[in-house]
């Protein structure tokens, strides 16, 4: 395996926190204090890899509580910050989880989801290196199926072998120019390919028995039909990704792939539990939903503590994974946590709700602006479409006054207000003959309603 793959430290983009804040700003409006928090933690992870002392292990994250109205951008934090570290990065909703011993997921699943993660990351940034060669590898193969080998009879003379090879030679050269050009695409070979008969088997139990039919097929790989092949015809271009796969598998040290994961989910690893709030509040509220809420905060101390967890790839320590837990705290309160959950998650940031001036930059300024999405959607029909500055204010007031008057769903009240806005629009598209159309505030406001919204809420309930 190559070395900037082992290299765990090269792995990491070097990137100042100053720069992480720029690159979030790229997508996300407001929410200064969030993105200085992620920046500084994930600016950490590098430090420490880089502290050559004893001391690099007795460094630990910095945990983060996110707290903020659905909507703010919590969640596209995390998600944009998981792409600007190349880390191995898993949402998952705390309120999924169930206390051990309930019917459900336990919270170790989490890590070994990760881990799974990670190993599909290391296994395709080596797939890159050995594509080229399993290409060629796979070329080859094609040609031998297409025009096989030839086997001259043994009773020709020197001179009759020899010309007999290099007109077959000249013939595969031939058949190699074609299949590169792609003349041969519509020509099918016949192949070898794996039968799938595998059952499905699920089983819903605790400590990691979720994946237990990969496990037992794993072991039992003939009882399930794993092995076995058959003989297909298969368009030629469909036969080269085969056997280019088959060949990338065959090349790829799955060994040292799962190695590099491990230590990539160990060092630089992030979890982003979302709607942790779902499971704030005492244990004394009684039965229902509810009974298992102080039993999953007390299942997720070890975790964000630091423990050992057991997966199918081998034992995975937790200390130094990143956890970054977020939610609305509606109806419960940060202080609703357990003590000893909210001592694990020191760091504490405060999301501001979004302004209306916030809805306006959120519709124009980010690489995949609402708008831009809508123009791109409609070039595919040949439309130019143009959206004014003040098409874009009253689609962000009217989106804020929607969230004042109503729940308050954030950003996503955007999409709603957006969607009524493009209706007729999205609809018409194909049979216009008209390739260009501006949409103004007026235009805005006769598809959504009247600009004094604020007496006639019912139009707008989602």
């Known amino acids: ?7 765990l430290t090269d792995s990491l983009p070097n990137l100042t926190p100053r720069q992480i804040v720029d690159q979030l700003d790229l997508f996300i409006i407001g929410q200064e204090k969030g993105k200085r928090a992620c920046a500084i933690a994930l600016r950490n992870r590098r430090r420490r890899q880089k502290v050559t002392s ?15 109205p659905t909507g703010v951008g919590k969640t596209e934090i995390a998600r944009r910050l998981a792409k600007l570290s190349h880390s191995p990065f898993m949402k998952v909703e705390a309120s999924k989880f169930t206390e051990v011993g309930y019917v459900g997921r336990d919270v170790e699943s989490m890590i070994r989801d990760l ?17 080229s060669k399993a290409g060629d590898v796979a070329i080859e193969k ?5 025009h096989p080998p030839l086997r001259p009879a043994e009773n020709l003379s020197d001179e009759d072998r020899e010309n ?16 590169m050009e792609g003349l041969l695409d519509d020509k099918t070979v016949e192949l070898e390919v794996a039968e799938s008969s595998s059952p499905n088997i699920s089983v819903f139990s605790g400590n990691g028995m979720e994946d237990i039919g990969f496990q037992i097929r794993d072991m039992l790989p003939n009882i399930f039909g794993q092995g076995r092949t058959k003989r297909k015809d298969i368009p030629i271009v469909e036969a080269i990704e085969r056997i280019r796969a088959d060949e990338e598998q065959k090349l790829i040290d799955m060994d040292q792939v799962v190695k590099v994961a491990l230590s990539r989910v160990e060092n630089s690893g992030i979890i982003f539990l979302d709607e942790i709030d779902k499971i704030a509040g005492s244990s004394r509220q009684g039965g229902g939903p509810d009974v298992s809420r102080g039993g999953v905060q007390r299942d997720l101390l070890p975790i964000i503590e630091g423990c050992t967890v057991n997966t199918k790839h081998g034992m995975v320590s937790t200390d130094h994974i990143l956890f970054i837990a977020a ?9 609703d946590l357990l003590p000893e959950l909210q001592g694990r998650l020191p760091i504490r940031v405060e999301l501001d709700s979004l302004t209306e001036e916030d809805f306006f930059r959120i519709l ?59 209706d007729d629009l999205f609809f018409d598209a194909s049979d216009m003959d008209e390739k260009a159309f501006t949409v103004d505030g007026e235009y805005v406001y006769k598809q959504v309603g009247d600009k004094d919204i604020t007496n006639d809420l019912k139009h707008y309930i989602l």
Do not use: C, W
């Open 1 to 7: 395996m190559s070395d900037e793959l082992t290299n």
């Open 54 to 68: 004893d001391l690099r292990d007795e460094i630990l994250p910095k945990n983060i509580l996110m707290v903020g």
């Open 115 to 131: 881990v799974e993660i990670a190993v599909s990351m290391v296994k395709e940034e080596q797939a890159t290196v050995v594509r």
């Open 142 to 146: 094609i040609l031998d199926l297409y």
């Open 164 to 179: 007999i090879e290099n007109r077959h030679a000249r013939t595969r050269e031939r058949y190699r120019q074609d299949l």
């Open 327 to 335: 939610g609305a705290f509606h109806v419960a309160k940060p202080s």
């Open 364 to 422: 124009i300024e980010p690489k995949n602006s609402l708008i831009k999405q809508n123009k791109a959607l409609l070039e595919t029909e040949d439309i130019d479409l143009e959206i004014t500055e003040d098409a874009a204010r009253a689609v962000a007031r009217l989106a804020f006054l929607q969230n004042e008057s109503q729940d308050n769903i954030g950003a996503r009240r955007l999409h709603a207000v957006m969607e009524q806005v493009m």
